[in-house]
């Protein structure tokens, strides 16, 4: 497998829609860069949403839509994490399922630490 390191030096800081990159690599170097450039883009709006979460009295209930996104990701990966026990705090009204946003926050904050 190729060497990607030069391809990834420039990743953090590419604006995709303005650059086109014509070379030539293999798949499964392309795959690398486009898993890179996933892990860099969610890795960002994480940052974010936890910079600027602001700690209230009151702790909202999330739907599974409005969960989804929170985070960025499908419903089906919503309940995913929830069979997996990622998502905890969840509290059914019926036949319907919330999420706390405190639990999506701890959440959030788990998965940033997993990743470093």
């Not at 030539?24 to 860069?33: E, G, R, V």
């Not at 990622?86 to 946003?101: C, D, N, W």
Request: net charge neutral; hydrophobic share 40%.
């Amino acid at each position: 497998m190729e060497d990607i390191n030069h391809y990834l030096k420039d990743l953090p800081n590419m604006d995709f829609d303005e650059k086109i990159i014509q070379t030539s690599i293999s798949i499964n170097t392309l795959a690398l860069l486009i898993h890179r450039a996933v892990d860099i883009s969610v890795e960002k709006k994480l940052t974010d949403i936890l910079e600027n979460f602001t700690d209230s009295k009151e702790d909202r209930l999330l739907s599974i839509e409005e969960a989804s996104n929170f985070f960025g990701v499908s419903i089906v990966t919503i309940h995913a994490w929830k069979k997996k026990g990622l998502l905890k705090g969840f509290k059914r009204m019926g036949a319907r399922v919330y999420i706390y946003e405190s639990d999506c926050i701890a959440c959030m904050k788990e998965i940033k630490i997993s990743k470093k």
